[in-house]
């Protein structure tokens, strides 16, 4: 006990106890250069204390000219949009499955399969893996998932272009 109490007592006064902490801002090379934001690949909790809906900036999404309608807003997260992924799935004619024990997502049509995960930043395409920008996450108070528009309209052979101004990112994707 006493040998506990002196090194903690060393650290201590010798200023060393950050060094003990990995999750002090900056001390990690991964942080460095980042706004406030983890780094990429670490996985932030689907039962995370911070609920990234309410935090972030509404934006509008416009689907091949129409208005993109949902009863939560798209969300821009550290420059990437977050839509929730039951209306956009819908909205592009994917079938969906949570699966509640892995918190994971699967979309499926014909021609492809997308899956997400609440607990990791890795998504999949027709199994071939890609990190994606953003982590989905789930809006607490609805407890609606949310997933980086780019990726799934891309997935899906779209083209997203974002306009600053207006706030609003225009999707152009093929009907099926």
Same mark, same amino acid.
């Given at each position: 006990?006493? +040998? ?47 609920? =990234? ?19 939560? +807003? ?47 930043? !890795?998504?999949?395409?027709?199994? +071939? ?5 953003? !982590?989905?996450? =789930?809006?607490?108070?609805?407890? =609606?998932?949310?997933?980086?528009? =780019? ?22 994707? +093929?009907?099926?």
């Amino acid at each position: 006990m006493r +040998k506990t109490l002196f090194l903690v007592s060393t650290f201590l006064i010798l200023g060393l106890a950050p060094v003990l902490s990995t999750q002090t801002h900056g001390s990690h090379a991964a942080w460095d250069n980042q706004e406030d934001e983890p780094p990429m690949g670490v996985v932030e909790p689907a039962y995370s204390l911070v609920d =990234r809906y309410e935090s972030s900036e509404k934006v509008n999404v416009n689907f091949n000219g129409e208005i993109f309608k949902s009863e939560l +807003k798209p969300v821009k997260v550290y420059e990437t949009i977050m839509v929730p992924a039951r209306e956009l799935f819908k909205n592009i004619n994917m079938n969906t499955k949570f699966d509640s024990e892995r918190l994971s997502l699967t979309a499926a049509k014909p021609n492809i399969v997308l899956e997400f995960s609440l607990k990791s930043s !890795i998504a999949t395409a027709n199994g +071939k893996e890609t990190i994606l920008p953003r !982590i989905p996450f =789930r809006e607490q108070k609805r407890n =609606r998932m949310f997933v980086p528009l =780019r990726y799934v309209v891309e997935a899906n052979g779209g083209t997203v272009k974002w306009d600053n101004k207006q706030k609003t990112a225009y999707v152009t994707l +093929k009907k099926s």
